[in-house]
């Protein structure tokens, strides 16, 4: 292969990694309602289980949907599965914010919304700005976020 083929072939792969990170609030959203869909037609478990198989359904670059219970423990993640049986509710953020008690009191107030908050990027391997949004679905919360850079 020559040079320009290789530089080429380079971007074309850079723009195609880049094409799965997210930014939009509308692809947290919709990650969030297609996992609420996917619960209410195959149930609590079947979710969690597909969640943590990895299922390209829900995880796309850095986009992903997560499920936690009411509790506060990680019921399925699918990019690190470490977390999952976890409930690292007291542990804060980069800058010192409780945002998993965030999660839950919005959860259990108001049902949904955004918590904002900083986060290491599984793309970028950073700790960057991050916006999640919540959804409760009877005694588990959906979550999804967008990255917003440093």
Known sequence: MNKLAAIAFSMGALCAATAQASD?????????????AYLAKNGTP???????????DFVAGDLYLVVRGMDGTILAHPVNNKL???????????????FRQEILDLAKNKG?????????NPVSKDIEKKSTYILR?????????????K
């Open 46 to 56: 079947a979710l969690i289980a597909e969640i943590n198989k990895k299922n390209p």
């Open 112 to 120: 949904k919304g955004w918590v904002d908050y900083r986060f290491n």
């Open 24 to 36: 939009k609030p509308e692809d947290a959203i919709a990650m969030v309602e297609k996992g609420r």
């Open 137 to 149: 679905q009877g005694d588990v919360i959906l979550e999804s976020g967008i990255y917003k850079g």
């Open 84 to 98: 999952v049986g976890k409930n690292m509710t007291p542990l804060p953020d980069a800058d010192g914010k409780l």
